[in-house]
């Protein structure tokens, strides 16, 4: 049976509360913790590192979903995955050896995925996406949270979509950036089942409540007969 997948973004939560945050994610039934890392090169801003990582891991009953947006992800992913990641996407656009940083990855048993940003053609990842858990498709410009969806954006869901059955590829389609009650049923009927929200969870009084909400407005959209999302993060 389909199912929508939910990883809240620490990045909207109170740094200095995290620990709060993700009790509040366990509590409202995330699937994830979404943690995104910046260097402030790769993106114009700067956040945390393995520390933080490493820390986090010691508090969450939850997977962690690594974002790297970094330049040069081949020199320092192994920091993150001795930090506890257990989920680690790393950019296209910032990864000559794409393959082999992935083969990296799934050798120290976490999950590999691939990110690609609003101008990056979708088709770019067809000869990695069989080897790829998941693919999270950026439908803001990366570097800041609480920025306005980018409607185009799922158009480009369904053509991964696509190209992931005609590859064979078992990946699961991951969005994020301004997933809301509205968005996220745009991008569930065009194929994405994990979906990343940060503001419209922690932006608000209750979270626990905005989680639920968005997950109802996504499962809502759910087609029949789609592809299960399996073995994400049931294997972790």
Do not use: C
């Amino acid at each position: 049976m389909d199912r929508i997948l939910m990883a809240p973004s620490i990045l909207s939560a109170d740094f200095t509360r995290l620990a709060d945050a993700i009790g509040l994610a366990e509590r409202a039934g995330a699937d994830l913790i979404h943690v995104d890392v910046m260097d402030g090169h790769f993106v114009p801003n700067l956040t945390i590192g393995p520390p933080v990582i490493k820390a986090l891991k010691g508090v969450s009953a939850l997977p962690l979903d690594v974002h790297l947006m970094i330049d040069n992800p081949e020199a320092t992913v192994e920091w993150y995955l001795d930090a506890g990641a257990d989920m680690v996407t790393v950019h296209a656009e910032a990864a000559p050896h794409l393959h082999r940083l992935v083969q990296v990855i799934r050798a120290a048993g976490a999950k590999p995925g691939v990110s690609i940003n609003p101008a990056t053609p979708v088709d770019v990842l067809r000869d990695i996406l069989p080897d790829l858990d998941s693919v999270l498709v950026m439908s803001v410009n990366p570097g800041f949270g609480g920025q306005s969806f980018i409607e185009p954006s799922v158009g480009r869901v369904a053509r991964l979509a696509a190209l992931i059955r005609e590859t064979g590829s078992a990946a699961v389609i991951e969005v994020d950036g301004g997933i809301t009650v509205e968005t996220a049923p745009l991008v569930v009927a065009a194929g994405a089942r994990m979906l990343v929200a940060g503001n419209a969870v922690f932006g608000y009084p209750d979270p626990i409540a905005a989680l639920a909400r968005i997950r109802t407005a996504a499962e809502d959209a759910l087609p029949g007969g789609s592809q299960p999302t399996t073995g994400v993060v049931d294997s972790l």
